[in-house]
């Protein structure tokens, strides 16, 4: 197979662009992972609802 000198920079620039990209999604993961985290994290710990005391005399009666 014969050598082709501009080859390599065809592969060469395929090589640098394609780790461009990898690294960018990747770091577009890592920024973009605490906000879910916070939101998860206000979701799990908000306080919950409270109920109205009963002032009904009846003891059947579910308020």
């Not at 394609?18 to 906000?35: E, R, Y």
Request: charged letters at 15%; glycine letters at 8%.
């Amino acid at each position: 197979m014969a050598y082709l000198p501009w080859a390599f920079l065809y592969f060469g620039s395929s090589v640098l662009l394609g780790s461009f990209a990898m690294v960018n999604l990747l770091i577009g993961v890592v920024i973009n992972s605490p906000k879910g985290g916070a939101e998860q994290t206000h979701t799990l710990f908000r306080a919950a609802p409270r109920r109205r005391p009963c002032l009904s005399r009846c003891s059947r009666r579910r308020c």
